[in-house]
């Protein structure tokens, strides 16, 4: 069977085949023991992760094995062993075997950071090759690296070369029917698995760690990036449009609201009482900072001290929650205020231009706006979703990247204001110091503004200016969570020396977390965040304890100023919650979650779902009979949200 599947010139697939799969079980070998204190090991799901991983890596190796083999098939047999014969063959080879064991251990540096398979961030990051390649090769020995893959592609080239493997002779007359018969193997398993298999299939297990390992890497990419945006109708449990929006009406609706008549829409006036104020707002989006960095938690490291003393001198939310796990879902959460909606973020889909975003209510009250980065904003589509949406933008343009045009002033911050730059952007110092000096800018127009800061620097490679703290640049997380609150610090004191500070609001929210993974299909201790409004005159600082989301801060914020203002957003003033009201959402890439009190109802991209209870001080799922009113309420909240952006309704005027 082997001599027909595997004749003489048909070698060089064998040895790739073996030298693709030894690679993969090695990488899938070493990601169980790395992750064997989160698993729940058992000999039966031993057997059934290499098992079912080995089938998925035989069907990515078809994707490779089937081309070869059909260029076999079609190439003449008279000009097997030409001189062009042996130029593609040798150095497809050494192309595909150095790509393919570059993939293997990118694996493990993408495994360290996020504890999954390559997925759609995988995928995301792609389309950035500045800022990965600089973050790699500020993270760890690149030249080294590449040597490495050189030196093993070789010596696997070498081993091939001494197995006769590059063989260019045939050992049958009837040339044509030998090739047809591995040509058709290899095509048959192409085509069972590329019409019949899904990547979600390997996911057969409660440990979500389990599931992980079981998928192919390779073949995870290529699905992340067909499945990058997903049509809720599609793949997610719906209800009569009717339905859900009675539903959603009623749920975002606060005491004192009144919705327009339009009944597909959310659309309606948030009534405050009182005098309103408008001081200068400051946002700051704190880069990967958990609730589990600060002491009010339980960490005993002090290492974020000032962002610890805000928990007694702001109004201090110790029960937020992040809606994901990437800073542009954070930015879309915090800045639309809405549920997350699967596939990509908002930021980065087309035709986000015009939204209802919170800029809108800043500008109904005579606010200009303005959004900061210490990188090149162009990273994550990020300039292009804040200046499509009313912002001006200062940022950090890379030199290699033609320029983009805005509808909104666009201020590079120069080499001049730059002390330390990695590939993410400027340290946080250096970006504080860039918003003093345009702040002073804007006290003099004499307006009040609104600011958008996102911070970089609490990410790999954690690197920052020499001598500021007493852990080395680079060394690990909590040096660049030192930094950052140093460099925070920094800023408040200078800005508290500024004419502006006394009637200026900072409102303080990190991101996501700087962890997510979990044994459970969602970890739900990874989506705790601080978040604080501090300097809000004539009100004490206090501790709010309801479960919330980032898509409440804003709406929150605008309570507190007794703000009167026409709403489109999902979010939701904390204070004005009843008990009922509590929930927060929580998600990933297709798992739409929502959570009240102990109670966790996570929406898959199969049109089902699974409903848990919540230990909190464990932080473990159990599995619950479905309340169906919590599943309604769920969807109601998905399903509108995606059906408003669909159809534009979440547009300005709409």
């Known amino acids: 069977m082997l001599k027909l599947l595997f004749p003489k ?5 064998k040895t790739l085949a073996t030298t693709f799969l030894v690679f993969a079980f090695i990488i899938r070998l070493t990601l169980y023991f790395w992750s064997f204190s989160e698993i729940d090991f058992s000999f039966l799901n031993f057997i059934k992760i290499f098992g079912i991983g080995f089938l998925f890596d035989l069907g990515c190796l078809s994707y490779i094995l089937t081309f070869y083999s059909i260029y076999l098939l079609l190439l003449p047999t008279k000009f097997y062993g030409s001189v062009l014969d042996k130029i593609l063959t040798n150095i497809s080879y050494a192309l595909v075997l150095f790509f393919m064991i570059f993939s293997f251990l990118a694996e493990l540096t993408f495994w360290g950071e996020y504890q999954k398979r390559f997925n759609f961030i995988a995928v995301d990051y792609l389309l950035y090759t500045y800022e990965v390649f600089q973050n790699i090769n500020q993270s760890y020995p690149l030249p080294l690296i590449v040597g490495v893959l050189i030196i093993v592609t070789f010596f696997s080239i070498k081993i091939a070369k001494n197995k006769n493997a590059f063989n260019y002779t045939f050992n049958n007359t009837n040339s044509f029917t030998t090739k047809i018969i591995p040509t058709f193997f290899w095509m048959l398993i192409l085509g069972s698995f590329h019409l019949n298999v899904k990547n979600s299939q390997a996911e057969k297990f409660i440990n979500q760690y389990e599931n992980e390992i079981t998928k192919s890497g390779i073949y995870s990419f290529f699905a992340a990036y067909n499945n990058n945006e997903l049509n809720y109708n599609d793949f997610y449990q719906t209800k009569p449009l009717d339905t859900v929006y009675k539903s959603i009406r009623k749920l975002v609706l606060a005491e004192n609201d009144s919705l327009i008549s339009n009944s597909k829409s959310i659309k309606r006036t948030i009534l405050n009482e009182g005098e309103e104020q408008t001081p200068n707002v400051i946002f700051i989006g704190l880069e990967s900072v958990s609730a589990q960095f600060m002491q009010r938690f339980g960490n005993e490291k002090n290492i974020i001290p000032t962002i610890d003393s805000l928990a007694k001198e702001s109004i201090f939310f110790t029960n937020m929650q992040a809606t994901g796990t990437r800073t542009i879902r954070g930015m879309e959460a915090i800045s639309l205020c809405i549920p997350p909606t699967p596939g990509r ?14 800029g809108e209510v800043f500008k109904q009250k005579g606010y200009t706006r ?16 804040f200046a499509n949406n009313g912002f001006s933008i200062v940022d950090r343009k890379k030199k290699h990247r033609f320029s983009e045009e805005f509808p909104t002033k666009r201020t590079q911050i120069t080499d001049d204001e730059v002390t330390f730059e990695n590939a993410w952007g400027i340290c946080d110092g250096d970006l504080y110091d860039k918003v003093l000096i345009e702040v002073d800018k804007q006290h003099k127009l004499q307006k009040p503004f609104f600011n958008f800061i996102m911070t970089s620097t609490n990410h790999k490679p954690y690197t920052y200016p020499d001598g500021v703290i007493d852990i080395p640049s680079g060394k690990n997380r909590d040096g660049a969570l030192k930094y950052t609150d140093w460099a925070f610090n920094k800023f408040l004191k200078e800005a508290k020396k500024k004419p502006w ?16 993974a ?13 978040a604080f409004i501090y300097n809000l005159q004539n009100i004490l600082p206090k501790e709010v304890h309801k479960l919330s989301s980032q898509i409440d801060v804003f709406p929150s914020l605008f309570g507190y100023l007794n703000w009167t203002y026409e709403s489109n957003l999902f979010g939701k003033d904390i204070t004005k919650m009843k008990p009922k009201d509590e929930r927060a959402f929580i998600a990933n890439h297709r798992k739409l979650g929502l959570l009240k009190a102990n109670k966790l109802l996570i929406l898959n991209n199969h049109k089902n779902h699974t409903f848990y209870k919540w230990n909190s001080p464990t932080n473990e799922l159990k599995f619950q009979k479905t309340d169906s009113i919590f599943l309604k309420e769920t969807i109601s909240y998905y399903q509108t949200a995606f059906d408003l952006l669909k159809r534009d309704a979440l547009k300005l005027g709409q």
């Open 518 to 530: 979990g044994r459970s299909e969602i970890n739900v201790k990874s989506y705790h965040i601080p």
């Open 9 to 13: 010139r048909f070698s060089l697939v």
């Open 370 to 385: 303005t959004f900061f980065y210490g990188g090149d904003g162009h990273f994550d589509n990020m300039n292009v979703f």
């Open 345 to 358: 973020s908002i930021v980065k889909r087309k035709n986000n231009n015009n939204l209802f975003t919170i």
């Open 501 to 516: 500070f006394k009637n200026t609001v900072f409102v303080i929210v990190s991101d996501h977390c700087a962890y997510s």
